[in-house]
């Protein structure tokens, strides 16, 4: 049996929301919808195939459990014995042995998954029980994927040329531009938790993060696509602060809205948030809001610790602003 945590913030703003996407970005949007919404899901890509998880997928036929962790952490009661279990999770073992590299709670999701029979859901309820978590935490697909897509630009003499690049990391580190991704297997099946904790929202929210292989690939997870698309929930976009170094290199806030649209063209868009500092100098933005019927939502979401972090309270601050406008 699977136990579902709930915030326990008073009065928040809002009630259910689900925020789909992976790792750092993902991490800054639990993050802030902490201190605003009711009930929280979190829905992750399951495509990572590096570091730790990658060598835990290739072993085991297992979700890699990298960006599940990060999650968990992230949604991780605030109390000091809880944080403690949190940074225990994200803790990675150091040295040149056979656990050098790994994180802890890679190994403890793959460990309670084997224990429960190899049901991802009902171990992150259970490590999600041990860390206190204050949100539910939920795999996009219950299969791990494989993301592929076009690359152009790899051969400086014919740059025009599209090759085929398979894997997460090749992906975010082959010099080029990306164009165009899909999922390996091609139809994959939506966690059907996260299709009903879509359709259940009162709002969802996609991004930031690596824009191709932690956003995106959830557009072409068809039954979480049509859970997007029926809800009766707002709908936003958060964008990225800069672009990410490998991925999106020369990518502007309109080119990756663009992207996410031409991924998903029948998913509709309540608003869009993007900070100041990031839409300066963008053309085009708030015309691609308007061909798609949002807002475009501006707000100085930078920490001062980092250019490419968003500061939780000012981001919290956005969505509730977002998520309160009607």
Known sequence: MSVIPTNPIPDPVIGKVVA?????????TLTALRRVAGRITAVVTVGDDGGSSG???RELPVLPPGDLRMALAALAS??????????VLQHRFGGVGALAGHSVGNLLLTGVTEVLHGDPVAALDAVGRVVGAVGRVLPMSLVPLEIAAAVSG???DHPSDRRRIRGQVAVATTPGRVESIELLPDDPPGCPQACAAIADADAVILGPGSWFSSVLPHLLVPDLRRSMETTKAKRFVSLNLAPEAGETDNFTLTELLTTFTAHAPNLRL??????ETAVEGTAGLEEACAEI?????????????SV??????????ALRAALTTK
């Open 154 to 156: 790899i051969d400086p």
């Open 78 to 87: 605030a109390d000091e014995w809880h944080q403690l279990v949190a940074e």
């Open 293 to 305: 019927g949002a807002e475009l939502i501006v707000a100085d979401l930078g920490s001062e610790r």
């Open 308 to 317: 490419n972090a968003h500061d939780p309270d000012k981001y919290a601050a």
């Open 270 to 275: 309540d608003g869009v948030i993007a900070d």
């Open 20 to 28: 789909l996407g992976g790792g750092h970005g993902l991490t800054a």
């Open 55 to 57: 060598r835990i997928r």
